[in-house]
């Protein structure tokens, strides 16, 4: 399994941007996914992108306002937030899967957290109004 290490989080204001970074250690062959989860609610996912770069996911709450990209070179994911609400307050984690993008991307649902083996250890996001 590949290890994960995000960081970036922190307290931001209603309209403010964060960036997020993943670390992964090992190869970069794996589809990657940001996932959210906010006090007593589900794990649920936010952004995913293939092992090539080509081919991203959004959850419909956060498209438009985030941006997954990743250098694998550098063995990096990130994840731009811009124009951040108090609803996106969470702890954010980085994920990895062999499973490719195609195979994950529900229409319905989006990648599920089942989907992916390895976790980062989580970053939080607190977003005051």
């Known amino acids: 399994q590949v290890q994960l290490v995000e960081s970036g989080g922190g307290l931001a204001q209603t309209g403010d941007s964060l960036r997020l970074s993943c670390a992964a250690s090992?190869?970069?062959?794996?589809?990657m996914g940001w996932f959210r989860q906010a006090p007593g609610k589900e794990r649920q996912s936010v952004a995913a992108?293939?092992?090539?770069?080509?081919?991203?996911y959004y959850a419909d709450s956060v498209k438009g306002r985030f941006t997954v990209s990743r250098d694998n070179a550098k063995n990096t994911v990130s994840l731009q937030m811009n124009s951040l609400k108090p609803e996106d307050t969470a702890v954010y984690y980085c994920?990895?899967?062999?499973?490719?993008?195609?195979?994950?991307?529900?229409?319905?649902?989006?990648?599920?957290?089942?989907?992916?083996?390895?976790w980062g250890q989580g970053t939080q996001v607190t977003v005051s109004s």
């Open positions: 090992g190869r970069s062959s794996y589809t």
């Open positions: 992108i293939s092992w090539g770069g080509d081919s991203t």
């Open positions: 994920a990895a899967t062999i499973l490719p993008i195609t195979h994950i991307t529900r229409p319905a649902t989006g990648p599920r957290a089942a989907d992916f083996a390895s």
